[in-house]
C-alpha cells in the first residue's frame, strides 16, 4: 500500500500522463506497427583494391553497351542492338563477374538462377528470330537483378512478394548504391592507413595524362605513314581514335550507366534484410460480402456462355459459323478475351487480399470456389480461341502474330491453372510453380527458333497439298532460321526456285548491320545455303 500511495504522490508532482501503449500512439489506441527493415543499422562500407577493379571492369563494358549504339556516327534502333546478340554477351559478363565479385557462396536456388541468366544469354546461338532475341535479354537482364538481390534478402526465394522484390531489384538497388562505383574508382587515392594519400598511384594518374598529347600525334603519324601500323592500332583501340570526339562524349555518358551496373553488385554484399509487420492486415472482409460482390459477374458469364453456345461448339467441331471468315472468325473477341483475362485475374488477386481469413489462416472456402470459377471460365474462354486459331492457321498457314497470339494464350491458360490448383491446394508454392512456367515456356519459345517453325509448316504444308498457294514473299520477311526450308521448297518446286532465291537474298539484305551478332548456327546454316543456291 506504502508503495501505491508513493506512486500515486509521484504521479500529482509530474502531473497528467496519459496513458501509453508501447504497441501504438501516445492516446492508447492500438496501431498495427508498418512492415519495415529490421536490425541495427548496416555499418559503413569499406571500399578495397578488389572493388576498384570491378568498378574499373563496369566502366568498360558501360562504354562498351552504349557504343554498340554507335557506328560511324549512326544511332540503332535499341530493340535492333539488343536482338543482334552483342547485348546478351554483355549480360553473361556481367553475370559472371557479379558472382566473382560478390564473393558469397550461392545455394541451390541462386544458382537456378544464375544458371537461367546464361542459358537465356545463349539463345542467339541458336536462334534468329529478333523478337525472341529480345525478350530472352529483358528476361536475362532482370534475371540478373534478382540473383544480386537474393543474396541480401533473408525471405525464400520466389516467396510471396516476389513481383516487389524483382522492382526494386531492377530499380531501386542500383540507384541506393549509385555511390559505391566512385567510391571504389577513388580507392588508389584515398588515405591510407596512416592517414596519407597514396602518392605513387597520382603520380602515375599525373603521368599518363600528360603523355596523352604526345600518344596521340606520333600515333596519327605513324598510322598516315603507314597503313598496316594505322590498321593494327584501330584493331587493338577497337577504333576508339577513329572517331576521338564522339567516343568521349559516349564515355561520358557511359560512366553513371556504369555506376549503376556496379551498384546492382555492389548492392549484393550488403547485410541480410528482413521485413516485420503482418502481410494479411488488408484480409478484413468477410466471405459473404466477397461472394454476394463477385456473385453478379459470374452471373454475367454464365449468360455470356448460354448465349454464346453454338459459336463456341462450331469452333471446337472446326465449323465455320455463316457469314463469317476465317480471319474474321479468329479475330473475333480475341481482344475481349485478353481484357476477361486481365479482369479476372484483376478479381482472383483483390478476393484473395481482402477476404478475411478463418481460423486455420486460409481463405473461406467460398471465396476459393468463385476464385476457382473465374479460371475455369476463363480458360474455356482460352480454349474456345485456341480452337479458333487452329482452324485459321490450318486454313491460310501461319505467321509471326499467329505463332505468338497462340503461344500467349497458352502461357495465359497455364497461368490460370496454376491459380486453380491454388485453391484447390492453398500450401502449394504457387508463385515458384508461376515462375518455373514462365520460364519453361519462354525457353520452348526462344529455343524453338520461332522463324524457322513458321517457315517449317508452311512449306510442309503447301509440299503436302494442305494448303493450295505458299506466298515466298512472306518467307522472305522472316530471319536466317527459315533459310533450309526455303531451301527445301526451291529443291522440290523448280518453278519457285528462282523466288526461293530472291527471298534467301531479301533476308540476308536485311541482316547487313555491322553490329548483328555473327557467332549463330543459324546464321552459319544459312551463309552455306544461300552460297550453294
Not at 584501330?234 to 581514335?241: D, H, L, R
Not at 465455320?320 to 479468329?330: H, K, N, T, V
Not at 479482369?343 to 478475411?356: E, H, M, R, S, W
Amino acid at each position: 500500500m506504502n508503495e501505491y500511495y508513493n506512486f500515486a504522490e509521484n504521479a500529482e508532482q509530474c502531473g497528467n500522463v496519459p496513458p501509453v501503449n508501447v504497441y501504438g500512439r501516445a492516446d492508447g489506441q492500438f496501431v498495427q506497427s508498418q512492415r519495415q527493415l529490421q536490425g541495427p543499422p548496416e555499418a559503413k562500407k569499406v571500399y578495397g583494391i578488389r572493388d576498384f577493379i570491378f568498378a574499373v571492369i563496369t566502366v568498360i563494358i558501360g562504354f562498351i553497351t552504349l557504343k554498340l549504339f554507335f557506328t560511324e556516327g549512326e544511332i540503332f534502333p535499341f530493340a535492333e542492338v539488343i536482338a543482334s546478340g552483342w547485348y546478351h554477351v554483355i549480360v553473361a559478363t556481367l553475370a559472371v563477374t557479379a558472382i566473382v565479385y560478390i564473393g558469397k557462396k550461392p545455394t541451390a536456388s541462386q544458382w537456378a538462377i544464375f544458371g537461367c541468366v546464361i542459358l537465356f544469354c545463349a539463345v542467339p546461338v541458336f536462334s534468329s528470330t529478333g523478337l525472341v532475341r529480345f525478350l530472352s535479354w529483358v528476361y536475362a537482364a532482370i534475371l540478373l537483378c534478382y540473383f544480386a538481390y537474393s543474396f541480401i534478402t533473408s525471405k525464400p526465394l520466389f516467396s510471396d512478394g516476389f513481383l516487389r522484390e524483382i522492382c526494386e531489384a531492377v530499380f531501386a538497388v542500383p540507384f541506393m548504391n549509385f555511390t559505391s562505383a566512385p567510391k571504389s574508382i577513388a580507392v588508389p587515392f584515398a588515405k591510407s592507413g596512416n592517414g596519407k594519400r597514396s602518392k605513387t598511384a597520382l603520380y602515375i594518374v599525373l603521368g599518363l595524362i600528360c603523355s596523352i598529347p604526345a600518344t596521340l600525334i606520333a600515333g596519327a603519324a605513324l598510322s598516315n605513314a603507314d597503313d598496316n601500323f594505322g590498321r593494327m592500332i584501330s584493331g587493338i583501340t577497337g577504333g576508339f581514335f577513329d572517331n576521338f570526339f564522339s567516343n568521349i562524349i559516349i564515355l561520358a555518358v557511359s560512366i553513371p550507366f556504369s555506376f549503376m551496373l556496379f551498384g546492382i553488385m555492389s548492392g549484393a554484399k550488403g547485410r541480410k534484410r528482413r521485413m516485420t509487420g503482418e502481410p494479411g492486415k488488408a484480409a478484413i472482409v468477410p466471405a459473404a460480402a466477397i461472394c454476394s460482390a463477385l456473385t453478379p459477374l459470374i452471373v454475367i458469364y454464365l449468360l455470356f456462355f448460354a448465349c454464346q453456345m453454338p459459336y463456341y461448339l462450331s469452333a471446337f467441331g472446326g465449323i465455320l459459323p455463316d457469314g463469317y471468315s476465317y480471319s474474321e472468325y479468329a479475330r473475333q473477341g480475341f481482344f475481349e478475351l485478353c481484357g476477361v483475362a486481365v479482369l479476372n485475374l484483376f478479381v482472383i488477386f483483390i478476393a484473395g487480399v481482402l477476404a478475411k481469413r478463418n481460423e486455420s489462416g486460409r481463405k473461406p472456402v467460398a471465396v476459393r470456389i468463385y476464385s476457382a470459377v473465374f479460371g475455369i471460365t476463363t480458360i474455356l474462354l482460352i480454349c474456345s480461341a485456341m480452337s479458333k486459331m487452329i482452324m485459321y492457321i490450318g486454313e491460310y498457314g501461319l505467321t509471326g502474330l499467329r505463332f505468338y497470339t497462340s503461344w500467349f494464350m497458352i502461357l495465359l491458360g497455364i497461368v490460370f491453372l496454376v491459380l486453380i490448383l491454388h485453391e484447390i491446394f492453398p500450401g502449394m508454392k504457387t508463385v515458384a510453380t508461376l515462375f518455373m512456367s514462365f520460364t519453361v515456356m519462354l525457353g520452348v519459345l526462344c529455343f524453338s527458333d520461332p522463324d524457322a517453325r513458321i517457315a517449317q509448316y508452311n512449306v510442309e504444308s503447301y509440299l503436302s497439298g494442305n494448303t493450295q498457294q505458299i506466298d515466298t514473299y512472306s518467307l522472305s520477311a522472316l530471319s536466317e532460321g527459315a533459310a533450309p526450308y526455303i531451301e527445301k521448297l526451291g529443291d522440290t518446286d523448280e518453278n519457285l526456285r528462282p523466288r526461293c532465291r530472291t527471298a534467301l537474298a531479301q533476308i540476308k539484305e536485311s541482316r547487313n548491320s555491322k553490329v548483328y551478332f555473327p557467332l549463330s548456327l543459324t546464321t552459319i546454316r544459312f551463309t552455306e545455303i544461300y552460297d550453294k543456291m
